[in-house]
């Protein structure tokens, strides 16, 4: 029998700037399985550098339907100093995704890590408030029916749970950071998605049910929130099945829904990856999940905490890999019923 590697020819992409050639995948590209079904899968952890690299590019705009940044729109980069804002890179990218047909995620408005020395520096809650205010407005209104859904805040809580992460804004804002940010981000954006983004809750009880009493207080309170976006970073063990099915549940009876927003698998075992991308993307489908990303797609630029795992769908050589075959066979097994 032919494996899929045998089958591999190139396949040739024609852009504005030119015609590239790039491993087939010998198949249909995911992203016309997905819009068939009214789905987004998209690739998070686009650093618009990576574009200059066109077989990059190629396989970006041939597979996915949706892009969201990395680092580029968390505080420290894309607001270094106050005022000054790094407009390109962000452009570059929502300009890339308008040129093929995607739509963008924002990603990092409030994040754990990579806030600049200015908002540091601010140890006053109502002139803190301001400073948050004016970062959503500049970056909210630039992107303005460009971007439709945004991670508002990301890793609110301790990593393995236990409570609100001792992050800058909890420090001078206290717990009700989170939901001003949401205020202040619906105001700015009234059209566009709004998410919380949260790691591990999949695997932790725990932290679950935490996640889960924090999202249906900021509902009963009316504070403005769209849904809950998963991150899916997997170490080595697949999630339990059935509990990403009851997460979408417990959300949707709230009236909220359920994204993955980072998938990737984090495993030497690449038989093991394959199944977790199968089990995770067949659940999350049939559990009515309409929005699911990946945290990139080519282990060329992976961001691992174990070493020697290649996380990703596609090989260093935009290869496909079988992690992208069994994405693609779960799209299209999957029926819609809604
Ligand atoms: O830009 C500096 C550079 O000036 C410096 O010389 C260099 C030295 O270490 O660091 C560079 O910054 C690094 C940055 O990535 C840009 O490359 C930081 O050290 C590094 O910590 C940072 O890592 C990012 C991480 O978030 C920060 O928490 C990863 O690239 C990024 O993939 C990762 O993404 C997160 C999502 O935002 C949220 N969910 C989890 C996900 C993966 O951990």
Redesign the pocket.
């Known amino acids: 029998m032919k494996t899929f590697a045998t089958t591999i020819i190139t396949a040739l992409i024609v852009a504005a700037e030119g015609v590239y050639a790039f491993p087939s995948t010998g198949t249909t590209p995911l992203r016309n399985e997905a819009s068939k079904k009214d789905i987004l899968i998209g690739s998070?952890?686009i650093n618009p550098m990576y574009l200059n690299d066109p077989e990059f590019a190629a396989v970006l705009a041939n597979q996915f339907n949706s892009l969201s940044p990395?680092?580029e729109m968390?505080w420290s980069?894309i607001n270094p100093t106050k005022g000054h804002y790094n407009w390109d890179t962000i452009d570059r990218l929502v300009n890339f995704a308008e040129d093929n047909n995607m739509v963008v995620k924002g990603?990092?408005l409030i994040?754990?890590?990579?806030n600049p020395d200015f908002l540091l520096n601010i140890t006053h809650p109502t002139a803190f408030r301001t400073a948050m205010k004016t970062h959503f407005e500049a970056i909210m209104h630039r992107y303005d029916g460009k971007i439709d859904r945004w991670d508002v805040v990301?890793?609110a809580l301790k990593t393995q749970g236990g409570g609100l992460n001792n992050n800058t804004f909890y420090q001078v804002l206290g717990p009700g950071y989170i939901a001003d940010a949401f205020r202040i981000a619906r105001a700015a954006a009234p059209d566009a998605k709004l998410f919380i983004?949260e790691?591990l809750v999949e695997s932790l009880p725990g932290k679950r049910q935490e996640l889960y009493n924090l999202v249906s207080s900021f509902v009963a309170k009316g504070v403005p929130i769209d849904g809950v976006a998963l991150?899916m970073?997997i170490t080595e063990v697949a999630p339990k099945p059935g509990v990403i099915t009851e997460m979408v549940n417990s959300y949707k009876a709230l009236g909220l829904e359920v994204a993955i927003?980072?998938l990737d698998v984090h495993t030497l075992d690449n038989a093991v990856e394959t199944d977790i991308y199968d089990a995770v993307v067949s659940e999350a489908l049939d559990a009515g999940i309409t929005d699911i990303s990946f945290?990139g797609f080519t282990d060329k630029h992976a961001?691992t905490?174990v070493q020697g795992a290649k996380p990703l769908m596609f090989d260093q050589c935009y290869k496909p890999k079988s992690e992208f075959y069994a994405t693609h066979a779960a799209l299209t097994n999957f029926v819609n019923r809604s």
């Open positions: 998070g952890a990395e680092n968390k980069f990603h990092g994040s754990s890590c990579c990301t890793e983004n790691n991150q970073h927003a980072e945290w961001y905490w």
